[in-house]
């Protein structure tokens, strides 16, 4: 990224969430980027959802972000409990609880009937499972609804020699996940070099 363009498009850059922003990037934590936070802002503002599904809050900065460019109620599930237990405190802390529900549990295993239809569904948690994400969690996402994807570019990484053997196995796994949701029927899909690479699928109506 030029540093011209970086100095432009300050509008993500609320108080709260600078400071998430800042406490993410001092504790590893790896939240969404600027540019792909601007992105989804936008596809708020155009779809106005309702409800939203999150796979992946790691400490909120994600989660508050949606909730406060976006009308929605969102669920977000984390399995690390520290981590869900920071996000919750940083919900509370945004006066957000009440557009805010936090499931502590892995996606995989939980009961997905709890869950109602849903507008959106962002999936952004373990890269390498995103094809069970998709498979299991499709289903609640209504006609016209999207699901958002993130990190499909991996750091840019696909252009790169790479020496560590499970980062190789996870390019594959991620690489596998690109080509199924292009690929897969009832979605119309694009994947975007924005942020970290981040796919946007929209649910098709009826049969087509
Ligand atoms: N959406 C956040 C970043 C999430 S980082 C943001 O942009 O602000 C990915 C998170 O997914 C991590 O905290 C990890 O613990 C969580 N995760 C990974 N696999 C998961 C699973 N199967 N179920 C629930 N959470 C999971
Ligand atoms: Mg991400």
Redesign the pocket.
Same mark, same amino acid.
């Given at each position: 990224m030029t540093k011209y363009f970086s100095s432009l498009n300050q509008d993500i850059n609320l108080p709260v969430l600078k400071e998430l922003r800042k406490k993410?990037v001092e504790d590893d %934590?790896? @939240? @969404?980027q600027e540019d792909g936070l601007r992105f989804i802002r936008q596809l708020l503002t155009i779809k106005k959802p309702k409800r939203i599904l999150? @796979? +992946?809050?790691? @400490? +909120?900065?994600?989660?508050i972000a949606m909730a406060l460019f976006s009308d929605a109620f969102i669920t977000t %599930?984390?399995? &690390?409990e520290m981590?869900a237990n920071e996000a919750k405190m940083n919900i509370e802390e945004a006066g957000l609880s009440d557009r805010i529900q936090l499931i502590k +549990? &892995?996606?995989?295993e939980i009961d997905i009937t709890q869950f109602k239809a849903v507008d959106i569904l962002?999936i &952004? *948690? *373990?890269k390498a499972?995103n094809i069970k994400f998709f498979e299991q969690y499709q289903s609640l996402v209504k006609e016209g609804g999207l699901i958002i994807t &993130?990190n499909l570019l991996f750091h840019g990484l696909f252009d790169e020699e790479v020496d560590s053997r499970n980062v190789r196995q996870l390019l594959r796994k991620i690489n596998d996940f690109n080509e199924y949701i292009l690929d897969r029927k009832g979605y119309d899909t694009v994947i975007y070099e924005i942020g970290d690479g981040m796919s946007v699928s929209i649910k098709k109506g009826g049969n087509r």
């Open positions: 993410a %934590v790896p @939240i @969404i999150e @796979i +992946g809050t790691a @400490i +909120g900065y994600s989660t %599930v984390e399995r &690390d981590r +549990g &892995d996606a995989l962002f &952004d *948690a *373990a499972q &993130d």
